[in-house]
T-cell receptor
Framework: AQTVTQSQPEMSVQEAETVTLSCTYD???????LFWYKQPPSRQMILVIR??????QNATENRFSVNFQKAAKSFSLKISDSQLGDAAMYFC???????????FGTGTSLTVIP | GAGVSQSPSNKVTEKGKDVELRCDPI?????LYWYRQSLGQGLEFLIY????????KSGLPSDRFSAERTGGSVSTLTIQRTQQEDSAVYLC?????????????FGQGTRLTVV
């Protein structure tokens, strides 16, 4: 099974500032997909952003962007202009291309300070 | 349906009782996943279904846990002789398998409390 590691159990950021959440993974596969999910207190998991491993360009969705370093097996999430509604648990996930299993990291709890 | 539906939302049961948790995936999604999330923790994989078969059930923590899926749709996770350590949120997700970049869509989970 692939391993996904999130080394920051907790992070905090001032409102309107930028924060980066780290994620690394271990795989021998060349083709795979990476995702960041957000889980607010409501428990509902929400997709934030996705990245295909074969694409060199980093994915961007409004205030959210990733820094995908394939050789380093690193997939960090940058949140710009942080808002109070960004406070949540964030999970990094890996999905292999040939298989259908999703592997999740242990999560990073993000606090946004007004 | 519009999204993944799980029932019940909350379940309180006495130690030693059996419980059934239900997941109704998005129509057309052939992949279905069960995860367990203990308080403040990450997602622990339990089992994965492709259609009605379970090619990966490696995450089931003990033989008290079982799951089935019928008609390629609804899935039931059964926990027999519940223990206090079974208390957690049980999340179900479904996904298309035709495209690997398709995300897993999650239900809101069932919070199980064993007293």
């Amino acid at each position: 099974a692939q391993t996904v590691t999130q080394s920051q159990p907790e992070m905090s950021v001032q409102e309107a500032e930028t924060v980066t959440l780290s994620c690394t993974y271990d795989t021998s596969e060349s083709d795979y997909y990476l995702f960041w999910y957000k889980q607010p207190p409501s428990r509902q998991m929400i997709l934030v952003i996705r990245q295909e491993a074969y694409k060199q360009q980093n994915a961007t969705e409004n205030r959210f962007s990733v820094n995908f370093q394939k050789a380093a097996k690193s997939f960090s999430l940058k949140i710009s202009d942080s808002q109070l509604g960004d406070a949540a648990m964030y999970f990094c996930a890996y999905r292999s291309a040939p298989g259908n299993q999703f592997y999740f990291g242990t999560g990073t709890s993000l606090t946004v300070i007004p | 349906g519009a999204g993944v539906s799980q029932s019940p939302s909350n379940k309180v049961t006495e130690k030693g009782k059996d419980v059934e948790l239900r997941c109704d995936p998005i129509s057309g999604h052939t992949a279905l996943y069960w995860y367990r999330q203990s308080l403040g923790q990450g997602l622990e994989f339990l089992i994965y279904f492709q259609g009605n078969s379970a090619p990966d059930k490696s995450g089931l923590p003990s033989d008290r846990f079982s799951a089935e899926r019928t008609g390629g749709s609804v899935s039931t996770l059964t926990i027999q002789r519940t223990q206090q350590e079974d208390s957690a949120v049980y999340l179900c997700a479904s996904s298309l398998v035709t495209r690997g970049n398709t995300e897993a869509f999650f239900g809101q989970g069932t919070r199980l409390t064993v007293v």
